[in-house]
């Protein structure tokens, strides 16, 4: 069977975009963005694709797409949309299958449903980016928290950012989650860099299995 994984993170504008589309060329994934808030600038999915040249084939259509760039509660409200849960089941693919929620993982789809919700429904195995800044020890631990009491499946942490040995280090030990890696901050934002420092920072093999 295919691996499949869901991306999250521990706040909106981490890199879970880049780290997404990072892994998803590695593994020679189908990305999917199912709720996508926002359409005037580059979505994530039109990222993906710019980034590593999946092929749009390789690039789900999202769920829903949004105009405003908030919170996906308020983006549908403006929308006049309600965001049915039904519609948000991941596809069965002939490849491994990448999914990258939106925000944090608590953030509200509706006012009585949040993406841990869905993510607790589908129980797929799910990644857990972290910035490795000031803040990222509370930030991150809380959302282990959240992961956990909700009975979702955490793979491991991805720590994005310049390296914080300590900091890395203390996550991982309150946590008792594993550490998968860290992408830092790659100066040229191309297709062979993103690769390059995917490679050089994560080991292919430990995602090939989709579970722990």
């Known amino acids: 069977m295919n691996p499949r994984y869901v991306v999250t993170g521990t706040d909106t ?13 590695a593994l020679g994934a189908v990305y999917w963005k199912p709720v996508q808030s926002g359409l005037d600038d580059e979505t994530d999915s039109q990222a993906v694709l710019r980034l590593v040249g999946l092929g749009r084939e390789r690039i789900l259509p999202e769920a829903y797409r949004l105009k405003t760039p908030a919170s996906p509660h308020l983006s549908a409200r403006l929308d006049g949309v309600a965001i049915d849960p039904a519609r948000l089941v991941p596809t069965e693919t002939d490849a491994p299958l990448v999914i990258e929620g ?9 006012d009585d449903l949040l993406f841990a919700d869905i993510f607790a429904q589908w129980q797929i195995p799910t990644i857990l980016c972290a910035r490795t800044s000031l803040g990222t020890i509370n930030h991150t631990l809380l959302s282990v928290e959240a992961i956990k009491h909700r009975g979702i499946p955490l793979f491991g942490i991805a720590f994005i950012g310049e390296e914080n040995r300590e900091t890395q280090r203390i996550i991982g030990h309150v946590s008792g989650a594993r550490i998968l890696g860290r992408l830092p901050w790659i100066a040229e934002m191309n297709c062979d860099g993103l690769r390059r420092a995917f490679a050089e920072n994560f080991d292919l093999s430990t995602f090939a299995g989709g579970s722990r």
């Open 13 to 25: 504008g981490i890199g879970k975009t880049i780290f997404s589309a990072a892994l998803a060329a």
């Open 102 to 110: 939106a925000g944090g993982l608590l953030v509200p789809l509706a």
